[in-house]
């Protein structure tokens, strides 16, 4: 079992927010066949403690886009 701490994932994306929107976005292709982007988690593990991980290695992020004035 993999254990993600909440504090480590806040400092990825500094917004509860986006980080629930980036790893359901991610869970969603994990479960429609994408490949996994991290090594070290077991076949079994379900696809949002998979995006969780990719989250925390840095494998996956997120670009915002520029505010329109």
């Given at each position: 079992?993999?254990?993600?701490?909440?504090?480590?994932?806040?400092?990825?994306?500094?917004?509860?927010?986006?980080?629930?929107?980036?790893?359901?976005?991610?869970?969603?292709?994990?479960?429609?066949?994408?490949?996994?982007?991290v090594?070290?988690?077991?076949p079994?593990?379900?696809?949002?403690t998979?995006?969780?991980?990719?989250?925390?290695?840095?494998?996956?992020?997120y670009?915002?886009?520029?505010?329109?004035?």
């Amino acid at each position: 079992m993999i254990n993600i701490g909440i504090d480590e994932l806040m400092k990825k994306t500094n917004s509860i927010y986006k980080l629930a929107i980036l790893a359901a976005r991610r869970a969603y292709e994990l479960s429609q066949g994408a490949g996994k982007l991290v090594e070290d988690v077991e076949p079994t593990t379900k696809p949002t403690t998979v995006a969780l991980k990719e989250i925390l290695d840095d494998k996956i992020g997120y670009k915002e886009k520029e505010k329109e004035k």
